[in-house]
């Protein structure tokens, strides 16, 4: 049995302070983690300081989605096995959406996608999935399925039922409730939730957001400064199924 644990996407410098500071507290308690660091780097994207603060404070692998190209440091990054983006870009575009890792005697593998509603629409991910499925020694499977909609990410978990063993949806940066064991095995939850400032708009400081949709002037947006949360989910997996899952949010003190 191998305890995962997955954290939703890190969105600059106050959601690596709690990555950074929170995670060695129960980095004993998981077997392998993952975490999503699209947004590292002040909200946009992975540069090399914001993946080694992940990697230093226990993360096994990272994984990205559609800002995976805003940091052009990016290119030498996507080099490394442990760090990922979306499989589903089109042939020959740097970088690779699948890795497998040997934890303690046993496999585990990660796979990377990206939804196509209300995004920059790549190859298809169900297809193509299936082709990467199809290898051989996969051990236990875990999908980032970074992604818009919930009903295109629910879809997704119900087609990988009982096919791998967790599928957990990234990029809304809210965490949704629905946490649980599909029917055929796989554990389940439509969006792990970012980490980064509680009283923020997806990271960013409220004004700028705010401005936008009231004025409809566009506005740099700044990180939000304030208290930060890390969430996440954990995931017992063994021989390709879930047996046990359940969200994970740790709060900073004030
Ligand atoms: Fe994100
Ligand atoms: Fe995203």
Redesign the pocket.
């Known amino acids: 049995m191998l305890r995962v644990l997955f954290v939703g996407?890190v969105y600059g410098k106050p959601g690596r302070r709690v990555f950074k500071n929170h995670l060695p507290t129960l980095r004993d308690q998981f077997d392998f983690v993952i975490v999503n660091g699209?947004?590292a780097a002040g909200g946009f994207g992975l540069n090399k300081e914001s993946a080694r603060t992940l990697l230093d404070a226990g993360a096994d692998c990272i994984t990205l989605?559609?800002?995976t190209w805003d940091n052009r440091e990016v290119y030498d990054l996507l080099q490394e096995n442990h760090i990922l983006r979306p499989f589903n870009y089109p042939l020959g575009t740097p970088g690779h959406g699948m890795h497998t890792f040997d934890v303690k005697g046993e496999r585990i593998t990660v796979i990377n996608a990206m939804g196509r509603v209300w995004l920059d629409p790549l190859d298809d991910p169900f297809t193509g999935i299936n082709q990467l499925l199809a290898r051989e020694g996969l051990g236990s499977v875990f999908v980032d399925f970074?992604a818009e909609a919930t009903s295109e990410k629910t879809a997704f978990g119900f087609f990988l039922d009982g096919r791998v063993a967790g599928v957990v949806g990234?990029?809304t940066h809210i965490p949704t409730a629905d946490t649980r064991i599909l029917p055929k095995g796989t554990g389940y939850q439509t969006d792990a939730g970012m980490t980064g400032v509680l009283n923020s708009v997806i990271g960013a400081a409220p004004d700028g957001p705010i401005a936008k949709f009231v004025e409809k002037i566009p506005v740099r947006w700044s990180t939000a400064e304030g208290i930060a949360q890390l969430n996440g989910v954990v995931l017992h997996v063994e021989n390709n199924q879930c047996h046990h899952i359940e969200r994970y949010q740790y709060t900073e003190e004030q």
Do not use: F, S
């Open positions: 996407d699209e947004n989605g559609n800002h970074h990234t990029h």
